[in-house]
């Protein structure tokens, strides 16, 4: 994935073992997991910039807030900030925020995310699809400590924690042009790769059996749920790539919860049983299975509709680089209707949670 030996974890030197499982929120068993703890300790114990970078899916923001709530500033607020949620032009408003009457629609003054984050931390999530005409303006931010509201006389002066986090690879990004080398220095001051899922030996089984404990517990119809997910189950999981991750592993989790025990009895009918895989079979027979189903024709019909959708996004997605402003226009909808067409492609596990963290936006902010 380009040059990435400047990271933590390229090194063949041996780490010192870690005795526990988990760095906060952060569970993981492995051998790859393991040997990162105590740099996230490390990182963790300072108030340095730090860049995170992995696949989609593989917990950068839940390392993220572990490094806030295990640091010096875990009694201050951990804002967050998703750069794909916010169209540019709403970039000032949303970082520096506004004085009412400084542009049309600003009818209130409205504090903006480095004044939220003050005596804490700011996570940026996704800060390698920032647009590189606002990159200079978010580097002006962090270099001076403070930031001038649109509309006010005075900047205003912050102390704020930067992590960010990004699936792109930054050190190409910087080659090609598409991400400030000034700005890409002065956030990786820290820095680290989080493996994959298929890379992370053994930590499926721990996970599953976390997430089916976690998600029994909050839902409370599913008390009767089995305490440990079926053990051929987690077998067949453990064999399996997770493209999506640690967030498929637990959708899958999830599903299997919902659709009940008794479903753990087909899975000697194959993998084309929607219960086991995380999504749709692929290939030229999934219209035959559909129509083997004998379903009635509008439940086929959604069906189909549905899978198409969500396999156009996905190559939508694939082909503009996981950019989703650019792949709604490339696909002539617009940005808010094509984020709630790939929500509906996910399942969501914690509604209420969800709503109570995440403001308008893509803006979560959590004290």
């Not at 730090?50 to 640091?71: D, F, L, Q, R, S």
């Not at 629609?105 to 800060?127: H, K, N």
């Not at 080659?175 to 030996?201: N, Q, W």
């Not at 999504?279 to 999934?286: E, L, M, Q, V």
Request: charged content about 25%.
């Amino acid at each position: 994935m380009g040059d990435r030996s400047s990271r933590s974890g390229d090194n063949d030197a041996p780490l010192d073992p870690y005795p526990e499982i988990s760095f906060g929120r952060v569970l993981g068993a492995s051998a790859e997991m393991r040997r990162l703890y105590p740099v996230l300790t490390s990182l963790a114990h300072s108030t340095i910039p730090v860049v995170i970078e992995g696949e989609t899916g593989t917990g950068k923001e839940a390392v993220a807030e572990a490094i806030h709530e295990k640091g010096p500033r875990a009694c201050g607020p951990f804002v967050v900030f998703d750069c794909t949620a916010v169209a540019p032009s709403l970039f000032e408003s949303e970082f520096f925020g506004h004085e009412k009457g400084a542009f049309t629609g600003a009818t209130a003054s409205r504090s903006g995310l480095f004044s939220q984050a003050d005596g804490g931390t700011l996570f940026i999530d996704e800060i390698g699809d920032l647009d590189l005409a606002l990159q200079p303006k978010l580097l002006r931010a962090i270099d001076q400590s403070q930031v001038r509201p649109l509309g006010a006389a005075h900047p205003l002066q912050v102390d704020v924690r930067i992590i960010a986090a990004t699936r792109r690879n930054l050190d190409r990004c910087v080659r090609e042009g598409l991400f400030r080398d000034d700005l890409f220095h002065r956030l990786a001051v820290g820095r680290i790769e989080l493996p994959p899922l298929r890379r992370r030996s053994g930590d499926v089984g721990l996970l599953a059996r976390h997430f089916w404990t976690v998600l029994a517990r909050q839902e409370s119809w599913l008390r009767e749920a089995e305490r440990d997910p079926p053990l051929e189950l987690v077998r067949r999981w453990e064999r399996d790539p997770w493209p999506g991750n640690i967030r498929q592993l637990r959708n899958a989790v999830a599903r299997v919860l919902v659709v009940g025990q008794a479903q753990a009895a087909n899975m000697d009918a194959g993998r084309s049983s929607s219960v086991w895989d995380p999504a749709p079979p692929r290939g030229d027979d999934f219209l035959d299975q559909i129509i083997a189903e004998h379903l009635a024709l509008p439940v086929a019909r959604k069906r189909v509709v549905r899978e198409f959708e969500r396999r156009y996004l996905e190559e939508a997605l694939a082909r503009q680089g996981g950019a989703v402003g650019r792949a709604a226009k490339a696909s002539g909808i617009a940005v808010r209707n094509f984020q709630l067409m790939r929500q509906r492609f996910h399942t969501t596990l914690d509604p209420a949670a969800d709503q109570a963290a995440t403001g308008r936006d893509g803006v979560t902010n959590r004290p």
